[in-house]
T-cell receptor, first 115, second 112 residues
């Protein structure tokens, strides 16, 4: 079974530029999460989708971040414009709503560097 | 106060010894507790979860939960060099919103 797929794996941009990350969850997983992980810190939830609905986006900085999950499968996270402080690893995870203990499977992440 | 705290610095243990990691959480209503392992440059992977007070063992790993003290721990017995990683404690709040709050992690280095 294929895992969570993310692209690109690395991205280097200049500040004020836009950037987008893509995630393909595990087949059949209806819940998708975007996390931000700074160096030396644990992942922090940005947004959670149940199918195509964003059910928890309270931690998403909506002035510059946006996300979508059209058709309830793939998802895209966008930053526009990027700031120096956005340099981090962006992790996508997915889980199946039928799993009682809510194991979240993480993708390899996208490492963003903003210059 | 952070939701999940892991305050210990890097832990160095000799091969074959027991590594002990601790985690405290602030939401007394939390129901589910998880330990994730993250190798350098890799993504987190679930290694243990626990719901009930007491101990849960899985191979060389034991998770311990004390809800009264709001405390979760992870023991790694017979530590191996392959256990060298960062261990993240995660807590899911009550209410079924499926949101995990992670601690900052504890780095473990197993010395051959």
């Amino acid at each position: 079974e294929a895992g969570v797929v993310q692209s690109p794996r690395y991205k280097i941009i200049e500040k004020k530029q836009p950037v987008a990350f893509w995630c393909n969850p595990i087949s059949g997983h209806n819940t998708l999460y975007w996390y931000l992980q700074n160096l030396g810190q644990g992942p922090e939830l940005l947004i959670r989708y149940e199918n195509e609905e964003a059910v928890d986006d309270s931690q998403l900085p909506k002035d510059r971040f946006s996300a979508e999950r059209l058709k309830g499968v793939d998802s895209t996270l966008k930053i526009q414009p990027a700031e120096l402080g956005d340099s981090a690893v962006y992790l996508c995870a997915s889980s199946s709503g039928t799993v009682t203990y809510n194991e979240q499977f993480f993708g390899p992440g996208t490492r963003l560097t903003v210059l | 106060q952070k939701e999940v705290e892991q305050n210990s610095g890097p832990l160095s243990v000799p091969e074959g010894a027991i590594a002990s990691l601790n985690c405290t959480y602030s939401d007394r209503g939390s129901q589910s507790f998880f330990w994730y392992r993250q190798y350098s440059g890799k993504s987190p992977e679930l290694i243990m979860f626990i719901y009930s007070n007491g101990d849960k063992e899985d191979g060389r790993f034991t998770a311990q939960l004390n809800k009264a003290s709001q405390y979760v721990s992870l023991l790694i017995r017979d530590s191996q060099p392959s256990d060298s990683a960062t261990y993240l404690c995660a807590v899911m709040a009550a209410g079924g919103n499926n949101r995990l709050a992670f601690g900052k992690g504890n780095q473990v280095v197993v010395i051959p």
